[in-house]
C-alpha cells in the first residue's frame, strides 16, 4: 500500500511501472465500492504513477447494482489530468443479474467487453502511427 515513502521503493512497484510502462493500452478491471472504483485500483496509480503517461485507458468494472455506473468518472478523470490518458469512452459494466450460475457472462457484457479491446487496440495502434509520423524526428 501507498504510505507516501518507502512503498515506492518496493520491489513489485518497479515491476508493476514496466510493465504498465510497456502496455500500449490498460485496461483497468475493477469492482465498484461506494459509488468509486476500489482502493486497491486507485493505490495501483499511486504507486505507478508517471508510467500512464498518455496511454489508452478502458474500464470493465462489477458492482452490486445499476445505479454506479458511473464510478469511473473520478479515476478516468485522474488519469486525463494528471497523466494525458486517452480515456475509451465506452466502460463495461455489469451486475450480479449479467452474470449466470455457473459464472458466465451474459451475451450483451461479453459483447461490451470485444468492443472495448477493439476500441482499445485500435486507438492504441493510431497513437502508436501517429508517434512514428509526427514530423519532429
Not at 500500500?1 to 514496466?18: E, I, N, P, Y
Not at 473520478?74 to 486525463?80: D, E, H, K, V, Y
Not at 490518458?85 to 470485444?114: N, Q, S
Request: negative net charge; glycine residues 8%.
Amino acid at each position: 500500500m501507498c504510505d507516501g515513502g518507502s512503498s515506492f521503493r518496493h520491489q513489485s512497484v518497479d515491476g508493476l511501472s514496466d510493465i504498465i510502462t510497456r502496455a500500449s493500452a490498460i485496461l483497468v478491471s475493477a469492482p465498484v465500492y461506494n459509488y468509486d472504483l476500489n482502493a486497491a485500483a486507485k493505490n495501483l496509480v499511486e504507486m505507478t504513477g508517471q508510467s500512464w503517461t498518455e496511454k489508452p485507458v478502458g474500464f470493465l468494472c462489477s458492482a452490486g447494482g445499476d445505479r454506479s455506473y458511473m464510478s469511473p468518472i473520478g479515476f478516468a478523470n485522474s488519469l486525463m489530468f494528471d497523466f494525458r490518458c486517452l480515456i475509451l469512452p465506452r466502460f463495461v459494466y455489469c451486475t450480479k443479474t449479467d452474470v449466470d450460475a455457473d459464472g458466465a457472462l451474459a451475451p450483451p457484457i461479453l459483447e461490451r467487453v470485444d468492443d472495448l479491446v477493439r476500441s482499445a487496440v485500435t486507438l492504441a495502434r493510431a497513437l502508436d502511427w501517429a508517434r512514428q509520423h509526427d514530423g519532429s524526428g
